[in-house]
């Protein structure tokens, strides 16, 4: 089978910045991260050692030259030592343990965490194209795939919606996801804002998009505890980007233990917020509120909301924050997956981190929508407790 993953480019943004920070702030920690089956999907015979294969072939990626010199010119908040100490990295496929149990697959990661960060969205990118051909399921013909996204592309422009592909993890192939990319990113299409795929922003000239994830605030609980998380890890992010890739991902320990953290002085200091979880019109009420209890105008302020979202979807959030609040969207799924198949609803997540000098600990998220809280049981419960949530 052809190689599925063929640049180190093929990945979130979100992946380098945070490797970025890592490297700067921890670069002795060891994490570990699995694989979490939530749809249920079987997986065919043979499927692990066809992933194993996939895998152990990225050990070959590295950065060229020209995607240097891309990354320095169009991403400035990378620092020159971090784009260096990039040429030298490679994958070690000895990071990923894959074991398969008939229809079901077990995949963990450990290592340094500067290291293993980038794994998790190539690998899920792989799962979801390795499936889909094994499987035998077959996109759309690629002229109904044109139209379709068309017509997203005109709702968006029509309702006057900023909005990004955040594709990447679940597409159904690297083939859809640079077709939407392509597509939506003619020099005519103001509304569209980029991709989180560095290397489709790449090699479609349009922006790369992204700051950091849930990892980032995991490893902080981890490391300082729960009541101090959300605040250093808000606090180490603009000791390295001063200022840059300001938008903070509101919903690890849940959104209401967030805004205890989002004093004045973040408020201020970061552009805004990511929703990912939770009712979307309920969390707009909120931060809404919370900027105007600071004194803040929320007009001056931005949300991006990416929880499982499509069009129709952006443009009733769109409709109830206009003229209240900023807003962009982040679309995943619906853009590089919805061409007549059944997307695989999975996730990788840190699971235990080791900070340097300490044990290892489990870690939680804690998300706004009910039954989506990863990790162990017993922490999720100690969390909750030091946290005062029900």
Not at 146 to 162: A, T
Not at 223 to 241: P, R, S, V
Not at 306 to 328: F, H, Q, T, W
Request: aromatic fraction near 12%; glycine fraction near 6%.
């Amino acid at each position: 089978m052809e190689q599925i993953i063929n640049s180190i480019l093929d990945n979130d943004l979100y992946k380098l910045t945070m490797q970025m920070a890592v490297v700067n702030k921890f670069p002795f920690a060891k994490v570990k991260y699995a694989f979490i089956n939530r749809g249920g999907t079987e997986f065919p015979e043979g499927f692990g050692e066809e992933l194993r294969k996939q895998i152990k072939l990225m050990e070959k990626l590295k950065l060229t030259k020209a995607e240097k010199k891309w990354l320095a010119e169009n991403n400035k908040f990378l620092s020159p030592t971090f784009l260096d100490f990039l040429v030298g990295y490679r994958y070690n496929s000895t990071e990923v343990g894959i074991i398969q149990k008939k229809g079901e697959i077990e995949i963990t990661i450990e290592g340094y965490w500067y290291r293993t960060i980038l794994w998790e969205v190539p690998i899920m990118s792989i799962i979801s194209e390795l499936y889909f051909k094994m499987a035998g399921e077959m996109p759309w013909e690629a002229n109904k795939r044109i139209r379709n996204n068309n017509e997203k592309k005109k709702l968006f422009l029509m309702n006057g919606l900023h909005y990004a592909d955040f594709g990447t993890r679940r597409r159904f192939s690297y083939e859809v996801q640079n077709e939407v990319v392509e597509m939506f990113s003619d020099k005519f299409n103001k509304n569209f804002v980029g991709t989180s795929n560095i290397h489709l922003a790449m090699k479609h000239n349009t922006k790369a998009i992204g700051t950091h994830a849930h990892e980032w605030f995991m490893f902080h609980a981890a490391k300082y505890g729960y009541k101090m998380a959300n605040h250093l890890a808000m606090e180490n992010w603009t000791d390295i980007f001063r200022g840059d890739l300001g938008i903070a991902l509101s919903d690890t320990l849940t959104t209401e233990v967030f805004f205890k953290s989002f004093d004045k002085k973040f408020a201020k200091l970061y552009d805004g917020v990511r929703q990912d979880s939770g009712d979307p019109i309920e969390f707009a009420d909120k931060v809404i509120a919370h900027y105007e209890k600071l004194g803040i105008d929320p007009k001056t302020k931005v949300v991006v909301f990416s929880d499982s979202l499509n069009p129709e979807k952006a443009v009733e959030i769109k409709d109830y924050c206009r003229g209240r609040i900023m807003c962009s969207f982040g679309i995943g799924t619906n853009f590089s997956n919805d061409v007549g198949v059944k997307p695989l609803n999975m996730v990788i997540k840190m699971i235990e981190a080791k900070p340097e000098g300490e044990e290892w600990h489990n870690c939680i998220k804690l998300s706004d929508s009910k039954g989506k809280h990863t990790g162990d049981e017993k922490e999720i419960e100690i969390a909750k407790y030091v946290l005062n949530i029900n």
